[in-house]
């Protein structure tokens, strides 16, 4: 995680500097992105060595951190923008200094209650021979094609419909103040009613909102609306997280099975917004988009469920 933090803050502070296309993808895909997978799949693989029992309320305690970073940052970075002379530059590197001492606290608190096994590894064989394993990296992969549409989405929706752009950009931090309660609390439901229960409910609670996309019309209803999602979508990263790490028997190969999982599922990212941006451009609205994205976390919710057919307690059971 330390090496991480320092190649994360670096390549904020070059994104201060980007000004042409390929920079961003550079600094901000490539280098961040890399660093944010090496932060947070051992942070999950390090809550999971101390908590079983109640592991899916801790990992959404654990995850609700992104969310709380998603609705303050924003506002930061628009009044730095918008209210202030400091211009691109300096608004994106005053973000990076105040995200430091975040993040060196955490690498000084975060510390592993159990040993490493011995020969560190990156890629395990075993998990990918258990129905239970990869039922739900499936599941979770179709979910993240279809969950991503309103982030990316909501705000050329709600300016379509007469909202400000002031005002629209503002919607991403609804989505993410929502989204916090949204890991936290049904995490603390899962560890009652079964995890990878809490985990299909949340990929067909988030298709069922998605589809909804172009029912809300006015402001009032576009932010009712992004709370909604912003909530029920949360419950898919803390529940499918709580719900892979089950499969992982021995704790020190728990950062190696999220890892592996949540990095697999992660390329579904580069499929779903791609594909409903061309649906946009192809036919000029939101029904298709919605159509197609609900459908998919309609359908990684359905898996999710079926992944409790290689489970002892079967489709009935609290698991």
């Known amino acids: 995680m330390r090496p991480a933090t320092l190649t994360y803050i670096f390549g904020l502070m070059m994104v201060s500097l980007c000004n042409k296309y390929y920079h961003f993808m550079l600094a901000q895909s490539l280098v961040m992105g890399a660093s944010v997978a090496f932060l947070q799949f051992p942070a999950f693989a390090i809550m999971g060595h101390y908590f079983d029992r109640r592991r899916a309320a801790a990992l959404g305690i654990v995850v609700s951190g992104s969310s709380v970073g998603g609705l303050v940052f924003p506002i930061i970075l628009s009044n730095l923008l ?147 999602f912003g909530f029920i979508s949360g419950t898919i990263i803390s529940a499918g997280s709580a719900a892979i790490s089950m499969c992982a028997k021995d704790p020190r190969t728990l950062g190696t099975y999220i890892g592996m999982g949540m990095g697999t599922a992660a390329f579904a990212v580069l499929i779903g917004p791609p594909i409903n941006g061309a649906l946009l451009d192809r036919y000029g609205g939101f029904e298709q988009i919605s159509v197609f994205s609900g459908v998919m976390s309609l359908a990684g919710g359905v898996i999710a469920l079926c992944a409790k057919f290689a489970t002892p307690e079967g489709i009935f059971g609290k698991i």
């Open 82 to 228: 918008n209210s202030s002379t400091l211009g691109f530059g300096w608004s994106i590197r005053i973000v990076a200094f105040v995200m430091t001492p975040f993040m060196l606290f955490a690498c000084a608190v975060l510390k592993p209650r159990f040993p490493p096994s011995g020969k560190t590894t990156v890629w395990l064989a075993e998990p990918w021979r258990l129905k239970k394993y990869v039922a739900l990296i499936a599941a979770l992969f179709f979910m993240m094609i279809g969950m991503w549409t309103p982030l990316f989405y909501i705000p050329v929706y709600a300016v379509g419909r007469g909202m400000t752009p002031l005002l629209a950009s503002y919607l991403l931090a609804i989505i993410n103040g929502a989204s916090t309660f949204g890991r936290i609390i049904p995490g603390m439901i899962a560890d009652k009613l079964g995890r990878i229960n809490m985990f299909a409910f949340a990929g067909i609670g988030t298709g069922v909102v998605v589809f909804c996309i172009n029912v809300p019309t006015t402001n009032a209803g576009i932010i009712v609306y992004s709370v909604f």
